[in-house]
């Protein structure tokens, strides 16, 4: 069996869903050149890349920056924002029927900032009364991103690293000074563009490394990996910690001395969350609105990082010093007990798991997986 764990837990508890990130920053900050790698990066690490440009990467905005290159100043300051929003409509419509995936990031070259920001300062009208013109053409497409990294660098350094194609350099200082603090309600970060070419890379892939849910890529046995992808597309498996201990459960079925973190498949019409809030009802009697939660890792088996690889979706419950925990009430579960153990008693299970059992070895293996990915998630925090 092969694990590989690529980084940190998400920060936030219930985001189940793909990624929308945004890079910003004025004209020649290094944008496109930051989009390209991490685009590359993530690749690598498994995610599933859609990348959005910005204003005229399709044939309709290509069309309109061809004609109206030298002359957009004379275009009517009302036309402005209409012109750019009928070339990025359909792009970002497509591109965010995608977001469910917790495998789909949507990278930005640009986003709604710089168009909302730069006509802003080019109409001589606040942020805040642009900011109401482009959320009504958007419409259901005006979507915050999850995370904006701002490429902060100077107009000096813009006009160094390639000059500052149509705007002037009064324009582009207004223009930085507004991007520096306008949010769409986001998180940002502001990254320091002022550096070279690797550290800002670094930089910028650190920081979408630390916000985004992890993904575990790992390799299991085709016999268990058909077996539940024969009852369900993905699950939800969860955690339940008290402290420095984990309860882990016990069915009847188990081989002997065999603990493991409970879960079940997501049904038709379920998220994570509520697949969670089900599963959690039925195995404890517990409701998860009372208790902190959050989705701990996404782990996606064998190699194919496609739309249709069976996914679970591994979370942690904290359930205070709860001294015990009641087994679901369904005979038909065989539902034994839940067990509290730490960290070093996990690890021998989890070691029995993968290489102890001489019958249901490959369930066995199958769910060593999760166990391993919570372990490391442990030692991480």
Same mark, same amino acid.
């Given at each position: 069996?092969?694990?590989?764990?690529?980084?940190?837990?998400?920060?936030?508890?219930?985001?189940?869903?793909?990624?929308?990130?945004?890079?910003?920053?004025?004209?020649?900050?290094?944008?496109?050149?930051?989009?390209?790698?991490?685009?590359?990066?993530?690749?690598?690490?498994?995610?599933?890349?859609?990348?959005?440009?910005?204003?005229?990467?399709?044939?309709?905005?290509?069309?309109?920056?061809?004609?109206?290159?030298?002359?957009?100043?004379?275009?009517? /300051?009302?036309?402005?924002?209409? !012109?750019?929003?009928?070339?990025?409509?359909? #792009?970002? @419509?497509?591109?965010? *029927?995608? &977001?469910?995936?917790?495998?789909?990031?949507?990278?930005?070259?640009?986003?709604?900032?710089?168009?909302?920001?730069?006509?802003?300062?080019?109409?001589?009208?606040?942020?805040?009364?642009?900011?109401?013109?482009?959320?009504?053409?958007?419409?259901?497409?005006?979507?915050?991103?999850?995370?904006?990294?701002?490429?902060?660098?100077?107009?000096?350094?813009?006009?160094?690293?390639?000059?500052?194609?149509?705007?002037?350099?009064?324009?582009?200082?207004?223009?930085?000074?507004?991007?520096?603090?306008?949010?769409?309600?986001?998180?940002?970060?502001?990254?320091?563009?002022?550096?070279?070419?690797?550290?800002?890379?670094? /930089?910028?892939?650190?920081?979408? !490394?630390?916000?985004?849910?992890?993904?575990? #890529?790992? @390799?299991?046995?085709? *016999?268990? &990996?058909?077996?539940?992808?024969?009852?369900?597309?993905?699950?939800?498996?969860?955690?339940?910690?008290?402290?420095?201990?984990?309860?882990?459960?016990?069915?009847?079925?188990?081989?002997?001395?065999?603990?493991?973190?409970?879960?079940?498949?997501?049904?038709?019409?379920?998220?994570?969350?509520?697949?969670?809030?089900?599963?959690?009802?039925?195995?404890?009697?517990?409701?998860?609105?009372?208790?902190?939660?959050?989705?701990?890792?996404?782990?996606?088996?064998?190699?194919?990082?496609?739309?249709?690889?069976?996914?679970?979706?591994?979370?942690?419950?904290?359930?205070?010093?709860?001294?015990?925990?009641?087994?679901? /009430?369904?005979?038909?579960?065989?539902?034994?007990?839940?067990?509290?153990?730490?960290?070093?008693?996990?690890?021998?299970?989890? &070691?029995?798991?993968?290489?102890?059992?001489?019958?249901?070895?490959?369930?066995?293996?199958?769910?060593?997986?999760?166990?391993?990915?919570?372990?490391?998630?442990?030692?991480?925090?």
């Amino acid at each position: 069996m092969e694990s590989k764990l690529t980084f940190r837990a998400n920060s936030q508890p219930d985001k189940s869903g793909g990624a929308l990130i945004a890079v910003e920053g004025i004209d020649n900050v290094g944008k496109s050149t930051v989009v390209a790698n991490l685009a590359a990066r993530l690749q690598n690490l498994g995610y599933l890349l859609t990348v959005l440009n910005e204003f005229g990467s399709d044939l309709v905005g290509q069309t309109v920056r061809n004609l109206v290159r030298k002359a957009w100043s004379e275009i009517p /300051a009302a036309a402005q924002p209409l !012109l750019i929003a009928a070339d990025r409509y359909p #792009r970002y @419509l497509r591109a965010f *029927s995608t &977001l469910d995936n917790p495998r789909r990031i949507i990278l930005c070259d640009r986003y709604l900032h710089s168009a909302i920001i730069y006509q802003a300062v080019s109409n001589q009208v606040s942020p805040e009364q642009m900011l109401k013109t482009v959320r009504a053409l958007y419409g259901n497409c005006f979507r915050p991103p999850d995370l904006t990294l701002l490429l902060n660098a100077s107009v000096k350094t813009a006009e160094r690293r390639g000059g500052t194609n149509i705007h002037n350099v009064e324009f582009l200082n207004s223009c930085l000074a507004l991007l520096r603090d306008f949010s769409l309600g986001e998180k940002r970060i502001l990254i320091d563009a002022e550096a070279d070419e690797t550290k800002v890379f670094q /930089a910028c892939e650190a920081a979408i !490394l630390h916000e985004v849910s992890p993904i575990t #890529r790992t @390799l299991v046995p085709s *016999s268990a &990996l058909n077996y539940c992808k024969s009852k369900n597309s993905s699950e939800v498996l969860f955690a339940l910690r008290r402290g420095e201990e984990v309860f882990l459960q016990r069915k009847t079925w188990y081989p002997t001395g065999i603990y493991r973190i409970a879960g079940g498949g997501i049904e038709e019409g379920e998220t994570p969350i509520s697949t969670l809030r089900r599963e959690l009802y039925e195995e404890t009697g517990l409701t998860l609105d009372t208790l902190p939660h959050r989705l701990v890792t996404t782990l996606v088996y064998n190699h194919e990082i496609d739309e249709s690889a069976f996914v679970s979706y591994l979370f942690e419950i904290d359930v205070g010093h709860q001294r015990q925990i009641n087994p679901g /009430a369904d005979p038909d579960e065989g539902f034994e007990e839940w067990k509290a153990f730490n960290q070093e008693r996990i690890r021998h299970i989890v &070691l029995t798991l993968s290489t102890g059992l001489t019958k249901k070895v490959d369930w066995g293996m199958f769910r060593a997986v999760a166990m391993e990915a919570y372990l490391a998630h442990q030692a991480q925090n």
